[in-house]
């Protein structure tokens, strides 16, 4: 039987910001990504977003990204490759340490925002984000663009690398993701997106923004969790998927 993991980026909001909706959102996914306070989360987000996956069985990954609250970690910054290295290991660490208190384990790595762009094409960078999350746990899982650096890299560091695929945003023909300042970047119609994940998952396939097709082997979709209606398209997505007849767990297996 076919399978996928559904994943989220959740974890975002600190101090009195509060970014996403991820208590109901956790009745859905199967992995979850949970920031560590570089592009958002806080100490005591971090915790409660740990203690709600648990408490759902959705297993838990480290959500790393610039440090770039302003930016939402979305804005590409220059740093070398151990200060790359250093800023993952910090989270990665800070989100397996709480999970530790929680009695919970971590499953999975997956960078945030510009951090993850530019590792599917930035070897040197990818290279030191592999190597964070490899000094961490070499039994986590790093996900990344299917084909890209990031990938590559964690494989050559002995890491289990998962190809993510993203059935609300639109796809260059190279397949990376088309930047979210441009318009169509972000796909809203959840019937749209629920056919376009179904189609990922069971045909390989996906439309470019030119009009071509894709092919692209995935192990993982993600839904962003600080989109609105979130939790609503990742019901509808798990729903559509399993009536599809593919089983949505994570890859790793749940805490």
């Known amino acids: 039987m076919l399978s996928i993991d559904l994943n989220a980026d959740v974890g975002e909001s600190f101090g009195a910001h509060l970014i996403g909706c991820d208590a109901s959102l956790m009745r859905s996914i199967t992995s979850a990504s949970i920031a560590a306070g570089f592009h958002g989360g806080d100490p005591s987000v971090l915790r409660e977003t740990?203690?709600?996956?648990?408490?759902?069985?959705?297993?838990?990954?480290?959500?790393?990204?610039f440090p770039d609250l302003a930016g939402?970690?979305?804005?590409?910054?220059?740093?070398?490759?151990?200060?790359?290295?250093?800023?993952?290991?910090?989270?990665?660490?800070?989100?397996?340490?709480?999970?530790?208190?929680?009695?919970?384990?971590?499953?999975?790595?997956?960078?945030?925002?510009?951090?993850?762009?530019?590792?599917?094409?930035?070897?040197?960078l990818a290279g030191a984000i592999a190597r964070g999350v490899a000094s961490v746990d070499p039994s986590l899982i790093l996900y990344g663009l299917p084909n890209s650096e990031l990938l590559k890299a964690a494989r050559a560091v002995g890491l289990r690398a998962a190809a993510e695929g993203f059935a609300d945003r639109a796809y260059e023909p190279d397949g990376s993701l088309m930047a979210r300042r441009r318009p169509g970047a972000v796909i809203s119609n959840p019937d749209l997106v629920v056919a376009r994940a179904i189609r990922l998952v069971k045909e390989h396939s996906v439309?470019?923004?030119?009009?071509?097709?894709?092919?692209?082997?995935?192990?993982?979709?993600?839904?962003?969790?600080?989109?609105?209606?979130?939790?609503?398209?990742?019901?509808?997505?798990?729903?559509?998927l399993e009536a599809a007849g593919?089983?949505?767990?994570?890859?790793g297996g749940a805490v």
């Open 72 to 124: 939402f970690g979305r804005r590409e910054l220059r740093v070398t490759p151990q200060e790359a290295e250093d800023l993952v290991l910090y989270q990665v660490a800070a989100v397996a340490g709480v999970a530790a208190a929680e009695g919970a384990g971590l499953q999975h790595v997956k960078p945030h925002g510009a951090l993850y762009n530019m590792a599917a094409r930035d070897a040197q």
């Open 50 to 65: 740990v203690r709600l996956a648990k408490a759902r069985g959705v297993a838990i990954g480290a959500h790393p990204g």
């Open 246 to 251: 593919v089983a949505v767990r994570a890859l």
């Open 207 to 240: 439309a470019a923004s030119d009009g071509t097709r894709l092919t692209l082997h995935i192990d993982t979709i993600c839904v962003h969790g600080d989109t609105p209606g979130a939790d609503d398209l990742a019901s509808r997505l798990r729903a559509g």
